[in-house]
Every structure is written in structure tokens, then in C-alpha cells.
């Protein structure tokens, strides 16, 4: 079970951390993942992290999103820096089955948690 916390609104070029306690051991999973889904637009990746720590970011939030992970508390975090109000969307946590960063590498989902965006 994923469940995510942290959304809320912001206004253009603040910031935003989102989490996502995971249910079992974060450690064993082969990545985790945050996607979000635009009003009226297809689910997109935003970022991985491997269990070798390696990281993938959409290009669209490279240098402005930092994704980690705790696998003490188990807990996948995403860090939402220069937020634009093109980022409003809804965001989920995903386990992976790969390191590829696309919806159809997804094990579990989220319920999401909204993030707006004001200009």
C-alpha cells in the first residue's frame, strides 16, 4: 500500500515536498516512482529512484524536483522547488517493476494527493 501526503497550493516559484509511506520494505523494491496526471492529459513519469540510488527525472522538472528515499522510516520523497503553474496536477507514488521510467513499469499506485500551482 502506497500513501501519499504533502499536496497542497502554492504559488509560482515556491515549493512543495511530497511523501509516500510505503507499506512493507522500500529497500526490496526494484525503484519507486512519482508520476502526475494534468487535468485532461495522460499520466506521466517525473522522476525514479533505483535501489542503487540511481535517479531519472523528466526533463520538464530537471534541476527543480529531487527525489529520495528513507529506507528506515520507508518512505519515498519527492522535494518541488520553482514551482510553475504549469505543474498543478495530480501526483502519485508508484512501485516499479524496472527502472523504466513509464506507466506501464508500475506494480502498485497511490490514491495521489493534488498540487496546485497559482500564478
Known amino acids: 500500500q502506497l500513501v501519499e501526503s504533502g499536496g497542497g497550493s502554492v504559488q509560482s516559484g515556491g515549493s512543495l515536498t511530497l511523501s509516500c509511506v510505503v507499506s512493507g520494505n522500500i529497500a526490496s523494491a526494484v525503484s519507486m516512482a512519482w508520476f502526475r496526471q494534468i487535468a485532461g492529459k495522460e499520466r506521466e513519469g517525473v522522476a525514479l529512484?533505483?535501489?542503487?540510488?540511481?535517479?531519472t527525472y523528466a526533463t520538464f522538472v530537471k534541476g527543480r524536483f529531487t527525489i529520495s528515499r528513507d529506507n528506515v522510516k520507508n518512505t519515498l520523497n519527492l522535494q518541488m522547488n520553482s514551482l510553475k503553474p504549469e505543474d498543478t496536477a495530480m501526483y502519485y507514488c508508484?512501485?516499479?517493476?524496472?527502472?523504466?521510467?513509464?506507466?506501464?513499469?508500475?506494480?502498485?499506485w497511490g490514491q495521489g494527493t493534488q498540487v496546485t500551482v497559482t500564478s
Open positions: 508508484a512501485q516499479m517493476k524496472n527502472r523504466q521510467l513509464t506507466v506501464r513499469s508500475v506494480v502498485s
Open positions: 529512484i533505483a535501489s542503487d540510488g540511481i535517479k
